[in-house]
């Protein structure tokens, strides 16, 4: 059973491009979570998603930050008009339930972005 | 504000030796509470995951105990080995939105031989 798969793990985006990163959860897990992790701090949650919906995006930036979790296909977390501070490893998480009561939420090894 | 403290913030030991890391939090309504291990350049994972009722949970060589009064909780590593060199992570969720880890910033171990 594989686990979260993320990819790219790695990632170079000059300022004002745009980065998208994957992210494949378990196999059988229909809730997909992102969170973002700066140099030195840690881990920030961002955006809780299910299949076609968006649960909570209270962590996700105004702009510039989107996620989307469509019927067929990984998760999309999409950065556009990169900044320097957006440099960051992006981490994305899947459970089978919505994580409540202490089931078990896994994380995938995580996509770091370098702005330049 | 919901928050997780930990400290040391960073430790090195013995292989071989015990080690005992702390975690204070002011989250609440509480949910649960779950101590991660991160590599450096990994994802975390899971070690143990505890809720309100519950004051210890094992996991082999790890065991984590909570006091949901005094919203504190420690992971004791027992006979440490070289493998265990990681950030140690506490990770509390709350009631309202369980689903929304709020994590620590992680007690960075070193296990030297």
């Known amino acids: 059973n594989a686990g979260v798969m993320q990819n790219p793990r790695h990632l170079v985006r000059r300022r004002g491009q745009e980065a998208r990163l994957r992210c494949s959860p378990m196999k059988g897990h229909s809730h997909v979570y992102w969170y973002r992790q700066l140099p030195e701090e840690g881990l920030k949650f961002m955006v809780y998603?299910?299949?076609?919906?968006?649960?909570?995006e209270s962590g996700m930036p105004k702009e510039r930050f989107s996620a989307e979790f469509p019927k067929e296909g990984p998760s999309i977390l999409r950065i556009q008009q990169v900044v320097r501070g957006d440099s960051a490893a992006y981490f994305c998480?899947?459970?089978?339930?919505?994580?409540?009561?202490?089931?078990?939420?896994?994380f995938g090894e995580g996509s770091w972005l370098t702005v330049v | 504000k919901n928050q997780v403290e930990q400290s040391p913030q960073s430790l090195i030991i013995l292989e071989g030796k015990n080690c005992t890391l702390q975690c204070n939090y002011t989250v609440s309504p509480f949910s649960n509470l779950r101590w991660y291990k991160q590599d450096t350049g990994r994802g975390p994972v899971s070690l143990t995951i505890?809720?309100?009722?519950?004051n210890t949970k094992s996991n082999g060589r790890y065991t984590a105990t909570l006091d949901a009064d005094t919203k504190q909780s420690s992971l004791h590593i027992t006979a440490s080995q070289l493998s265990d060199s990681a950030s140690y992570i506490c990770?509390?969720?709350?009631?309202?939105?369980?689903?929304?880890?709020?994590f620590g910033s992680g007690t960075r171990l070193l296990v030297r031989p």
């Open positions: 998480a899947s459970s089978p339930t919505d994580g409540a009561s202490g089931n078990t939420i896994y």
């Open positions: 990770v509390v969720s709350a009631m309202d939105s369980s689903y929304k880890l709020i």
């Open positions: 998603l299910q299949k076609e919906n968006i649960i909570d």
């Open positions: 505890m809720t309100f009722s519950e």
